[in-house]
């Protein structure tokens, strides 16, 4: 049920293998247009303008229109029943701004965030960078956002029943011996709002924040997480998953402790990965040397270990979430042949835009029964 590799895939027979990769599928020609216009602005203005794009077309219920629905490829993970498995990844809606409008999209879910306690304005611009040669992006947006009661405004004001996650971290002022406030602070909150909670510990753009990852301060934050789960689901009447995202930038030992971890302290799920720091893949390339963390195709196969190494360790104790670098829909059903139950789309969305879900649904759903 916890999204073991076989759990999904048997229940679409009939797939064969040469069909694993099926025909790239254009653009529709309004998004081309669109993304060619909306590329010759700066990134921050750009994204700013298709959140507002994609958030007015959701409230007059027009995103639809944008391009064909997906097919319905229902699955369980968590608990919970999606109907496609292929979200939307946390850090393009920060706010709960376009809710309704990326649901239309066709995502099977939908994951809003990272959000802190108190609102902040992130780190100075510019911030976020295009290597469109990459396919690749680097941010180092440090968690701009409007704080946690004007999220759950906006996630109030939806219309969307769907599969919601709520993404949530630590403010850059609060000590890093202190996080477990914030993230308490903040799923205290939203837990009776979401689908699923998100714990993000592996931002490179907060100072310290990646060492939360490992050792004792993980253990630390995940037994209070875990504790303060079951006080709220007593009180809410609803068990809440909770998932952990981690970095992509780990050794394969750090890795497996950090499964051993999850597990040990009973997380639901985890999501892998968040950008690298790594810049492989981008040397030479105009901006290829900015401060930030590095997201969109080339840190595609490192995520996609970081996802083999958990699924052999985890062996299907704890479903895993996959994001990085899925610009294809042939990368989405690498990620789930990998060991991943669900995938998550970021950069890809914004280079190929919402074609890019039907394809990776189309190619997931064309995988090989197990």
């Given amino acids: 049920m916890f999204g073991r590799r076989t759990s999904h895939r048997a229940r679409h027979p009939g797939y064969n293998r040469r069909h694993l990769s099926p025909p790239s599928e254009s653009s529709p020609p309004m998004y081309t247009l669109a993304r060619q216009l909306l590329f010759k602005l700066s990134p921050e203005t750009s994204h700013d303008l298709s959140l507002d794009l994609i958030g007015a077309g959701g409230r007059l219920g027009l995103n639809g229109l944008v391009c064909k629905a997906p097919a319905k490829m229902p699955v369980s993970v968590m608990g919970l029943d999606f109907p496609n498995p292929v979200g939307l990844a946390a850090g393009l809606d920060k706010n709960g701004a376009a809710i309704d409008g990326f649901a239309q999209l066709g995502f099977g879910f939908v994951e809003i965030g990272t959000v802190t306690p ?53 403010n850059f002022d609060t000590p890093v011996e202190r996080a477990v406030d914030d993230y308490l602070i903040c799923l205290d909150k939203v837990y009776a709002h979401a689908s699923y909670v998100t714990v993000n510990v592996s931002s490179p753009n907060t100072p310290g924040l990646r060492s939360l990852q490992f050792g004792d301060s993980l253990k630390q934050l995940l037994e209070a997480l875990r504790q303060r789960q079951e006080d709220l689901a007593v009180r809410h009447g609803k068990r809440v998953p909770l998932a952990i995202k981690i970095a992509p930038d780990m050794s394969d030992e750090e890795t497996v402790l950090v499964a051993q971890a999850l597990v040990d302290s009973g997380m639901d799920a985890v999501i892998a990965t968040n950008t690298t720091l790594s810049r492989v893949g981008v040397e030479g390339l105009a901006h290829g040397d900015e401060t930030g963390g590095l997201s969109g195709a080339p840190v595609r196969d490192k995520s996609t270990h970081i996802v083999k190494v958990l699924a052999a360790e985890l062996a299907g104790r704890l479903p895993i979430i996959a994001v990085g670098g899925i610009t294809e829909g042939k990368h989405a059903a690498e990620k789930i042949a990998a060991g991943a139950s669900l995938v998550q789309l970021y950069s890809g969305f914004i280079y190929k835009g919402p074609a890019l879900i039907r394809e990776s649904v189309d190619a997931i759903a064309a995988l090989p029964k197990a």
Avoid: C, T, W
């Fill in 118 to 170: 108190r609102p902040q304005p992130g780190n100075p611009k510019p911030r976020i960078f295009r290597l469109p040669e990459a396919e690749a992006i680097i941010n180092r947006m440090g968690f701009n956002n409007l704080g946690v009661d004007h999220l759950l405004s906006r996630v109030h004001a939806a219309k969307y029943k769907g599969i919601l996650g709520i993404n949530i971290g630590k």
